[in-house]
């Protein structure tokens, strides 16, 4: 099967990239744990 994404960032990208033992219909929940764990705010 054929899936489309869009709008992907890079924490999204290496989050998926690092988990190649999912299938396709969980690499959506790890792509977007990567973008709310992959965000660093910084105070400085």
């Known amino acids: 099967p054929v899936r489309r994404v869009s709008a992907l960032s890079l ?3 290496l989050r ?4 190649p033992e999912q299938g ?3 690499l959506p929940a ?3 744990a990567g973008t709310r ?7 400085a």
Not at 37 to 43: F, S
């Open 24 to 26: 396709l219909d969980q």
């Open 11 to 13: 924490p999204m990208l």
């Open 16 to 19: 998926v990239m690092n988990y």
């Open 37 to 43: 764990n992959g965000a660093i705010i910084d105070d």
């Open 30 to 32: 790890t792509a977007a």
